[in-house]
């Protein structure tokens, strides 16, 4: 070899290596369902797109909220009816702790009031279970890009109006009634919990639950319990 060769050579090997592309970030999301075979069924759905992982789950609301703020997820896929905290109580303080943390909500029925108050709470999406075996993947692309996605009766282009402006509503808009406190209220009264049960799984004294029922059923110009019973299974807050 030829002293202007061994030189070359000697400068190529000492010559720094191209840069490595860049890895892609994994999209990150957390499932929460209290029933493990539906978390499992969801898990096995998501990770088979390639480019996501499911960092965690959850089981019920309070579990949920930990996860978030300890794994600020880029996407929270969450049951609506769960215990100690339900869907949307979780979906207004996870949007508080952790705002980049998208929330997909995930429910047996459709309701287009409970549909309009997951907006209002924060959700970008609303999708039936029913729907999940050939409409979830689909619902995570439309949220990973920071498009609205809404299932059944509810038109996108009303969902991406609330997203736009959670204050402008149409006239003819049916506004959910109850503060989403107040729904949780109800969820735990009409599923069978006491008062003092009800108290001890929000967090608040009993005395503060026996005045969201009196609150609600005078708002609600409910007669008796079976009216709240009736509300809570109209507007899927408990299952028939």
């Not at 506004?175 to 006491?194: F, I, W, Y």
Request: glycine residues 4%; proline residues 6%.
């Amino acid at each position: 070899m030829s002293k202007e060769a061994a030189a070359t050579a000697v400068k190529e090997a000492r010559a720094p290596a191209p840069p490595r592309p860049p890895v892609a970030k994994m999209y990150r999301i957390l499932v929460v369902d209290d029933h493990s075979i539906v978390r499992r069924g969801i898990r096995s759905l998501l990770e088979s797109h390639p480019g996501w992982e499911v960092c965690g789950e959850a089981s019920n609301g309070a579990e949920a909220l930990h996860k978030v703020a300890a794994e600020h997820p880029d996407l929270m896929v969450l049951d609506l009816t769960m215990p100690e905290k339900n869907g949307l109580e979780v979906t207004r303080v996870a949007r508080q702790q952790s705002p980049q943390t998208d929330v997909l909500i995930l429910t047996m029925h459709f309701s287009e009031e409970i549909a309009k108050e997951v907006l209002r709470c924060g959700a970008r999406g609303y999708l039936l279970k029913s729907d999940a075996d050939h409409e979830l993947l689909t619902a995570v692309r439309h949220i990973q890009q920071h498009k609205p996605f809404f299932t059944g009766k509810l038109a996108s282009t009303m969902a991406e109006s609330f997203v736009r402006d959670p204050s402008t509503k149409d006239s003819g808009d049916t506004e959910m009634p109850l503060s989403p406190r107040e729904l949780e209220v109800v969820q735990l009264l009409a599923s069978g919990k006491s008062n003092k049960e009800a108290a001890a799984m929000i967090g608040v004294s009993t005395r503060t639950v026996e005045s969201h029922r009196n609150h609600i059923m005078r708002k609600m110009e409910f007669r008796s319990f079976s009216d709240l019973i009736r509300f809570a299974i109209r507007f899927n807050l408990i299952q028939p």
